[in-house]
């Protein structure tokens, strides 16, 4: 499992790339500095208030419009763990 500081939910995110037990599992390139993670992540998928959706390729994160959060539908550089 891997994860990540979302600039726009404010607290990490994680991608499992083995056997997890809902069944997710991602893709992942190998490169802690420039991931890419495949296919997208969508977290809080019930909770439309809370929900954020995002692709995360090269280090950049891809917001898709079904977030909640003011980053929806725009693409950020990925922030260090101890930032925000």
Same mark, same amino acid.
């Given at each position: 499992?891997?994860?990540?500081?979302?600039?726009?939910c404010?607290?990490?995110?994680?991608?499992? $790339? =083995?056997? #997890?037990?809902?069944?997710s599992?991602?893709?992942?390139?190998?490169?802690?500095?420039?991931p890419? @993670?495949?296919?997208?992540?969508? $977290? =809080?998928? #019930?909770?439309?208030?809370?929900?954020?959706?995002?692709?995360?390729?090269n280090?950049?994160?891809? @917001?898709?419009?079904?977030?909640h959060?003011?980053l929806?539908?725009k693409t950020?550089d990925?922030?260090?763990?101890?930032?925000?």
């Amino acid at each position: 499992m891997y994860l990540f500081k979302c600039p726009g939910c404010k607290y990490l995110h994680p991608f499992h $790339v =083995n056997s #997890h037990p809902n069944g997710s599992k991602w893709n992942f390139n190998g490169d802690v500095n420039n991931p890419t @993670f495949t296919p997208s992540l969508l $977290v =809080n998928d #019930h909770h439309p208030a809370s929900r954020c959706h995002l692709f995360l390729t090269n280090g950049k994160i891809q @917001f898709l419009s079904d977030c909640h959060h003011e980053l929806a539908g725009k693409t950020v550089d990925m922030v260090p763990i101890g930032d925000l």
